[in-house]
T-cell receptor
């Protein structure tokens, strides 16, 4: 079946602009995750959704970052007033159930803030 | 704080030269340890999940093992197509997030 899809694949934006990144999880997967991968850094957890609720937002680096999920499916990560340090690859993953099940990743969105 | 350390950072092998990658971890109760493969410009691809010390899993030329403090990914007779970055991650009890190491970049020369 179809895997996790993300759009856009690449996004270049000017400092101070807002951006929205989209994730379509694998059909039927109830858990959805956002991670960030910066150059030379490991994958960094941002936020976790179970259904439409976000029980763990502990990884969001500032209040400029927010995310929502609707219909238990599509999720959008919004970054307001982008800064150069926000440049990274943003990865979305989904899993059947949260605990101990493998997370399947999308191809990522490469965000460049100029 | 949960931590994952992978070594070496980079590894170059000749085709057919077997080796192992190391993943050391500290976690407040292990729910699962995960291995992923990541090719340039792509998202991580799931390989294995290990849940308890002594567990082993195999897939083609790859074999993952787990102890209470570390995991090894053994690569037997690697081929150039095994070249990739291999990522290790842990999930702690009571948590849903994965904590990743920085990865080992493997290059297999023909």
């Amino acid at each position: 079946g179809a895997g996790v899809s993300q759009s856009p694949s690449n996004k270049v934006t000017e400092k101070g602009k807002d951006v929205e990144l989209r994730c379509d999880p694998i059909s039927g997967h109830t858990a959805l995750y956002w991670y960030r991968q910066s150059l030379g850094q490991g994958l960094e957890f941002l936020i976790y959704f179970q259904g439409n609720s976000a029980p763990d937002k502990s990884g969001l680096p500032s209040d400029r970052f927010s995310a929502e999920r609707t219909g238990g499916s599509v999720s959008t990560l919004t970054i307001q007033r982008t800064q150069q340090e926000d440049s990274a690859v943003y990865l979305c993953a989904s899993s059947q159930t949260p605990a101990g099940y493998e997370q399947y990743f999308g191809p990522g969105t490469r965000l460049t803030v100029t | 704080e949960d931590q994952v350390t992978q070594s070496p950072e980079a590894l170059r092998l000749q085709e057919g030269e077997s080796s192992s990658l190391n993943c050391s971890y500290t976690v407040s109760g292990l729910r699962g340890l995960f291995w992923y493969r990541q090719d340039p410009g792509k998202g991580p691809e799931f390989l294995f999940t290990l849940y308890s010390a002594g567990e082993e899993k195999e897939k083609e030329r790859l074999k993952a093992t787990l102890t209470k403090k570390e995991s090894f990914l053994h690569i037997t007779a690697p081929k150039p197509e095994d070249s990739a970055t291999y990522l290790c991650a842990v999930q702690a009890s009571g948590s849903e997030k994965l904590v990743f190491g920085k990865g080992t970049k493997l290059t297999v020369n023909p």
